[in-house]
């Protein structure tokens, strides 16, 4: 490659970065210029505002890297190589205006650059200043996205004529009305202006009035029924005020000097309050389940509708119970559910696989939606019932078959089976550590606490505390010490056991005093409030299935025992395991039978019949009471409305029962209505009139009472009438 060719090559490479770095350096405030023109115009003028600016900025680099010519590549070649002997003009002057020992100079400098390594010519960037432009236009492109928004300026109602008044020269009349009532944003209702200076709106509405006087007043407000004064600001020929609305009211124009007719003129403005969701459910058909055979999968489907919008949202909650009696467990987890539909109704569907939710035999699966719409800035929500989906126990577990009403218990004895079943493993492993006598008393001392358990379980099926036959090996000072009660030291076990009740005891007397025994314990209770130990009633009591379970629990503790008290844990054992698994049956039923039985009826006493005696009963002649209203002041008010109008009338009571029974009241401010047009005008019969309808609703309704018998036509009254000649 000829020395020009790399000379040309190193310019334009040159020429290029020139170009690069004065582009980045004014492109950096393209996006500043977009966000702002977008902030303040919209999108369409600011990609008009980029497409002019980055026209600017390739003229810019364009002219940068044009500065770039022969003569500055002249003065770099020299600056930059040092075997140019400061001669880089040569390699571009013209052949003929040089002499000989230039063009040996020349000729010296080409064969330099052809042999020599490449030069970079490019002009370094300034790093540092491209951070700083750039940090500034990301600041003023982040300044215009955060900075708030100015709220745009309402448009004004338009005004429109207001109804004639009779006023004096001189007094301000309201010429032109317009309220403008515009609905919060989530509503996705548009704003509308109302002439009458009245109407419904949305609740949180922002109402913008606009009045015209003629001739202007010195000032004029907005005063509501409650008191409170909203002043009217006046701009130019025209008053305006502007609030939230967040109750219904009514109000009136208060413009100094305005005649009577306009004061008096009442506006109503009535809230429509935003309702809660509405949640329906379509999937299942009913709020208990029972699981069918071979059901992987439950499906559910949920339909929720409001009067402006549904979240797009709803969660899921699931709750999976799990266990029995005192066992139970909860799981609970939460799944987010999109919906489909339009805004204002939204369908919501799910399918719960069961096996990954870990539902088993016996369990419960709960589930319940809640759902809220859009109102802002405080959503509403709305919940679900509470679904439920039971996988039925095994049928062999429960006791059926029997009529009466179920009354779930919790077994408050099942665990102590399982303690004498530890202690007496624990006997056995240390058996070495105690002489035969001590292994002996430990042995039996179990197998005391055996027999309690026994006993105990023996009250649900009617046994009597000693029902059965003493052990040929009992002791009986050993029986009655463990009966009235152990110490607790022996074994470290009988602490934990619970209490025995009184029918556990050797002298088993019904007559003797009892002590009182323990709040909600069942034992207690049917010694307390029955006799336990009647075979006919304790049938009553459990079903013939349970029966069963709990009499072969009974055998096998009763084996257990006999093995205990003779000083053989270890072959007591298996018994007691039986006793144990018995008794796992009975608690997964976990239900007992009461018997339906009929009305006891206090028994009639014979002796007073056909006696005369009428001790304790009404006498005729006593005069019936008249009934009192709990609330008379709406009746004494309604009364004293219905008197002439020179009578006065407690306008203020009214208005103090009003707010304290506000919720009585259909409308209120029909009332409020009423009052203020009753106390402009005293004399007015209409506005009485229409009070009173107003009171007559509210009014308690009378006590029935005893209505006198029809005296009946001329042929009853000569029947009567005969009646007493015939008893002469």
């Excluded at 018997?595 to 006498?619: F, M």
């Amino acid at each position: 490659m000829s020395a020009a060719q790399r000379i040309a090559e190193w310019h334009a490479r040159a020429w290029r970065s020139r170009a690069a770095y004065l582009a980045c350096v004014c492109g950096v405030w393209l996006l500043p210029l977009a966000a702002w023109v977008a902030r303040g115009y919209g999108a369409g003028p600011a990609w008009a505002a980029v497409a002019l600016g980055a026209a600017a900025v390739g003229w810019r680099a364009w002219r940068g890297a044009r500065a770039l010519d022969r003569q500055w590549l002249r003065r770099r070649l020299d600056a930059s190589r040092a075997d140019m002997d400061d001669s880089a003009d040569l390699l571009f002057a013209d052949d003929a205006a040089l002499v000989g020992l230039q063009r040996l100079q020349r000729a010296r400098l080409q064969r330099r650059i052809e042999t020599a390594p490449a030069s970079d010519l490019r002009l370094p960037w300034n790093w540092r200043s491209l951070a700083i432009g750039a940090s500034l236009a990301l600041a003023l492109a982040a300044a215009a996205a955060l900075w708030p928004q100015p709220r745009p300026r309402a448009p004004e109602p338009a005004l429109s004529p207001a109804p004639p008044v009779a006023a004096a020269p001189g007094q301000p009349r309201l010429v032109a009305q317009a309220l403008r009532i515009e609905p919060p944003a989530y509503t996705g209702l548009p704003a509308r202006d109302e002439p009458a200076l009245e109407g419904r709106a949305a609740e949180g509405a922002r109402l913008r009035w606009r009045v015209r006087f003629q001739p202007q007043p010195a000032q004029a407000a907005l005063v509501f029924h409650d008191g409170e004064r909203l002043p009217l600001r006046r701009e130019g020929e025209d008053w305006s005020a502007q609030r939230t609305l967040a109750k219904s009211t009514l109000y009136r124009i208060d413009a100094s000097g305005a005649p009577p007719a306009q004061a008096r003129r009442l506006y109503r403005l009535d809230l429509v309050p935003d309702r809660p969701p509405q949640l329906r459910v379509l999937q299942p058909e009913r709020g208990l389940t029972l699981l069918a055979p071979g059901q992987k999968a439950w499906p559910l489907a949920f339909e929720a509708s409001d009067d402006y919008g549904v979240a797009a949202t709803a969660r899921l909650r699931i709750t999976l119970v799990q266990g029995s009696g005192e066992q139970i467990t909860f799981r609970e987890r939460s799944v987010d559910l999109r919906g489909s539909g339009d805004a204002r109704g939204k369908r919501f569907v799910h399918r719960l696989d069961l096996a990954a939710l870990g539902y088993a035999v016996g369990d419960d699966l709960i589930v319940q939606l809640s759902v809220s719409d859009n109102r802002a800035p405080q959503a509403q929500a709305a919940l679900s019932p509470s679904l439920i989906l039971r996988w039925p126990a095994d049928a062999g577990g429960e006791a059926t078959g029997i009529e009466g009403m179920v009354k779930t218990v919790l077994p408050a004895y099942f665990r102590s089976q399982r303690q004498i079943i530890i202690d007496a493993e624990a006997l056995i492993a240390h058996k070495r550590k105690f002489d035969g006598e001590t292994f002996v008393k430990k042995s039996d001392a179990i197998g005391v606490d055996q027999r309690l358990l026994r006993l105990r379980y023996g009250q649900f099926l009617g046994e009597e505390a000693e029902g059965e036959p003493k052990l040929p090996t009992s002791d009986s000072e050993d029986d009655r010490e463990h009966d009235h009660g152990r110490d607790g030291d022996g074994d470290g076990h009988a602490g934990d056991e619970p209490s025995a009740p009184a029918a556990a005891h050797d002298d088993h007397d019904h007559g003797a005093a009892a002590a009182k025994p323990a709040f909600g314990e069942e034992g207690a209770v049917l010694e307390e409030f029955g006799h336990t130990h009647d075979h006919a009633e304790a049938a009553t009591l459990l079903d013939p299935q349970t029966r069963k379970l709990l009499k072969s629990a009974l055998d096998q503790m009763w084996q257990s025992e006999l093995h205990l008290r003779q000083g053989q844990p270890q072959r007591a054992l298996p018994f007691a395991y039986k006793a144990l698994g018995f008794i796992k049956q009975v608690q997964q039923a976990s239900r007992i039978y009461l018997a339906r039985v009929g009305p006891e009826l206090p028994p009639i006493d014979e002796s007073r019949r056909l006696s005369g005696d009428r001790a304790g009963l009404a006498r005729r002649e006593d005069a019936l009471a008249p009934a009192t209203a709990a609330d008379p002041l709406p009746a004494r008010l309604w009364r004293e409305l219905d008197a002439p109008a020179s009578q006065p009338v407690d306008y203020a009571a009214l208005e103090r029962w009003l707010g304290a029974h506000n919720e009585r009241v259909p409308d209120p401010l029909a009332f409020a209505a009423a009052l203020s047009a009753l106390r402009d005008r005293p004399d007015c019969g209409e506005c009485r009139a229409r009070l009173r309808g107003l009171l007559w609703p509210l009014l308690q309704r009378p006590a029935a009472t005893v209505r006198a018998r029809a005296a009946g036509d001329a042929r009853d009254r000569r029947y009567f009438d005969g009646l007493p000649q015939e008893a002469r």
